[in-house]
């Protein structure tokens, strides 16, 4: 259970500037959530939507590599499963940061469904 902090522990700390950070955005667009980390870097996965809608996943395939430019459009990651396969893509252009690699060596943790845990890229936006 949260603590429950009195009006003026809230008006104290709203005058001393103690804000509690806004939790990070989230949008989805064609089944990839981007989360915006800093100013023009974000982080891409497989939303929940679309992983309920592909099945248990068997096989990815990360056809990128960290440092490597995207057009917006770029296929960003394949998956197979039990119903299709399906290419997800950036809706950005950008630098890519960071991949995770564990996509591929253990694809079944995307069928986990932790949004968090389901990323699959960062990007730096042009």
């Known amino acids: 259970m949260a603590a429950q902090h009195s009006f003026w522990q809230r008006l104290i700390g709203w005058f001393t500037g103690k804000k509690t950070p806004a939790a990070p955005a ?48 770029d296929d960003i990651l394949e998956v197979e499963s039990d119903k299709a396969v399906e290419n997800f893509k950036t809706p950005y252009a950008g630098t890519v940061v960071k991949v995770n690699e564990d996509l591929v060596s253990d694809p079944a943790k995307i069928n986990k469904n932790k949004q968090a845990d389901n990323w699959v890229l960062d990007l730096q936006v042009v």
């Open 26 to 73: 989230i949008t989805v667009k064609d089944g990839v959530w981007l989360e915006q980390r800093d100013q023009g870097h974000y982080r891409l996965g497989l939303s929940s939507d679309a992983l309920e809608q592909i099945g248990d996943i068997s096989f990815a395939d990360l056809p990128i590599l960290s440092d490597d430019v995207l057009a917006a459009g």
